[in-house]
């Protein structure tokens, strides 16, 4: 149980274009996701907090026209990098967590963006 | 700020070894989940630790929590090699949200 799946594994994409990353809840709902990105040899940074329903809240530093996030249901959140750049490159992870009182995340296996 | 701060960042050791991977944080927090990371992979769950002198243990390896020392320990036992990887510790000191510690990467060597 609490499998937490990522589409698309690995993403190549040029300057100036935007990419959709999904992840879903596939066997529990997940009343919250969280984005987080990953430089090669460092550990995880958390970018966003996504509840259903609600807008997420971005952590600072983390520009929001940039990383738009949308959680519209109980299994599925979704991140958009707009008009992406060689920086946004990275190692991206979601987690969800299976309700409010229970607090263990359970990660997906993460989407490899290239920008060219 | 709250820091987790993991020590060694880096650890060689030989096949068949012991070692311990310490993590320690700066704020009061009774949650603490360690796991693994392979390079290019996302986390794998290795241990869930929810109160003050909780122990777990699985295979090789070995988990403890004391929450008045603010301090995790991961200890490994007779090391193999598929025991290589990146080790996170997180806490979740506000039952909001996950903060990471710096990541130990272990490499055995045969």
């Known amino acids: 149980g609490a499998v937490v799946s990522q589409h698309p594994s690995r993403v190549i994409c040029k300057s100036g274009t935007s990419v959709k990353i999904e992840c879903r809840s596939l066997d529990f709902q997940a009343t919250t996701m969280f984005w987080y990105r990953q430089f090669p040899k460092q550990s995880l940074m958390l970018m966003a907090t996504?509840?259903?329903?609600?807008?997420?809240?971005?952590e600072q530093g983390v520009e929001k026209d940039k990383f738009l996030i949308n959680h519209a249901s109980l299994t599925l959140s979704t991140l958009t990098v707009t008009s992406a750049h060689p920086e946004d490159s990275s190692f991206y992870i979601c987690?969800?967590?299976?309700?409010?009182?229970?607090?263990?995340?359970?990660f997906g296996p993460g989407t490899r963006l290239t920008v060219l | 700020e709250l820091k987790v701060e993991q020590n060694p960042l880096f650890l060689s050791m030989q096949e068949g070894k012991n070692y311990t991977i310490y993590c320690n944080y700066s704020?009061?927090?009774?949650?603490l989940y360690w796991y693994r990371q392979d390079p290019g992979k996302s986390l794998e769950s290795l241990f869930v630790l929810l109160s003050n002198g909780a122990v777990k243990q699985e295979g090789r390896l070995m988990a403890s929590l004391d929450t008045k020392a603010r301090l995790s320990t991961l200890h490994i036992t007779a090391a193999v090699h598929d025991l290589s990887a990146t080790y996170f510790c997180?806490?979740?000191?506000?039952?909001?949200?996950?903060?990471f510690g710096t990541g130990t990467s272990l490499t055995v060597i045969p």
């Open positions: 987690s969800a967590r299976v309700a409010p009182t229970y607090n263990e995340q359970f």
């Open positions: 996504s509840n259903e329903g609600s807008k997420a809240t971005y």
């Open positions: 704020t009061t927090s009774d949650r």
């Open positions: 997180a806490v979740d000191p506000y039952g909001n949200q996950f903060y």
